[in-house]
């Protein structure tokens, strides 16, 4: 696996690749590697001639700075888990390698209700942030696949809406991936090691609760289901954000389920201190 750290020659090098007609796969991530991410890595090796990896704690998508210095970092263990899982190129710019112009908000994507609800309103500036690091590295990886993981749905939306933002569409397919979890169900996530024994055991109960909302989901209103589970989730520990039932291509809240319409459970909870993010299609 080759390192780079600067962005002009990570460019120049993948501008040679795709000059002799190799095509591009990218994953980019704020390392702290789990299975999950190497799951997206995979995927790309298997329909990629190359396979880019990035690693960077993005500062502008924290909109909580405590959040933000308590990310976990495990540099050296990530390298190990990519070369043994055959990456061919790793980027891990510095922050200044990205914002060679300092952390200012330059940028603001017309990214409509997308940013206003859920993680959007929740952590306002988050998405503005993730389309300003991620416009920067899909201009400079231009890869032909771009995988993400459906675990942040929300995301995936906004990474697609950034894709025809700014006319990268064309040329980059976003290829959104499904969530890998642990065995009692709790999503995949770098958070995850900043749970303590007691959190731990209480947050799988994110996920069965969403199960169980989609077995009791009937067609008719969704309010009274949706209100029992919320309650049930503040009486097992957990601080909502939210847990909501939305259209699946809206994100808009669906107060009368038709039966039809395509739906996703969206769900943040705060276990002790750390915030969890969770969906499940229904
Ligand atoms: P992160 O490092 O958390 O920014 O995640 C980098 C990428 O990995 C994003 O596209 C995430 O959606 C994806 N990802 C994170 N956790 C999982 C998971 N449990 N399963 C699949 N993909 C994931």
């Not at 308590?70 to 540099?75: A, H, M, W």
């Not at 009692?184 to 770098?190: F, R, T």
């Not at 959190?199 to 799988?204: E, F, I």
Request: proline share 5%; glycine share 8%.
């Amino acid at each position: 696996m080759i390192i780079f750290q600067e962005a002009e020659v990570l460019k120049n090098y993948l501008e040679g690749k795709r000059r002799h007609g190799q095509t591009v796969g990218f994953v980019p991530t704020m390392g702290a590697l789990h299975e999950g991410h190497l799951a997206l890595v995979n995927r790309s090796l298997a329909e990629n001639d190359c396979t880019v990896v990035s690693i960077f704690v993005n500062p502008t998508q924290f909109n909580d700075p405590a959040d933000f210095a308590k990310y976990p970092i495990s540099t050296d263990r990530d390298i190990e888990l990519l070369e043994t899982g055959g990456c061919d190129i790793l980027f891990l710019p510095s922050v200044a390698e990205i914002y060679p112009e300092g952390l200012v908000a330059t940028s603001n994507y017309g990214l409509g209700d997308l940013e206003k609800l859920w993680e959007g309103f929740y952590r306002p500036g988050h998405f503005q942030g993730v389309c300003q690091v991620m416009d920067q590295l899909l201009q400079l990886v231009l890869p032909d696949h771009l995988y993400m993981g459906l675990k942040d749905y929300q995301q995936c939306m906004v990474v697609k809406r950034l894709l025809q933002l700014t006319g990268l569409g064309d040329r980059v397919e976003l290829v959104p991936c499904p969530t890998l979890r642990e065995a009692d169900g709790l999503a995949m996530s770098s958070r995850n090691r900043r749970l303590t024994a007691t959190a731990r055991a209480m947050a799988p109960a994110i996920y069965s609760c969403l199960q169980e909302i989609k077995s009791e989901l009937k067609p008719g209103p969704t309010h009274e289901l949706m209100e029992q589970y919320r309650q049930r989730l503040v009486v097992k520990g957990f601080r909502l954000d939210y847990l909501a039932l939305v259209d699946a291509s809206t994100l808009k809240e669906v107060e009368i389920w038709n039966g039809e319409q395509l739906l996703v459970l969206l769900v943040a909870a705060f276990c002790e201190d750390v915030r969890l993010i969770d969906n499940l299609l229904c």
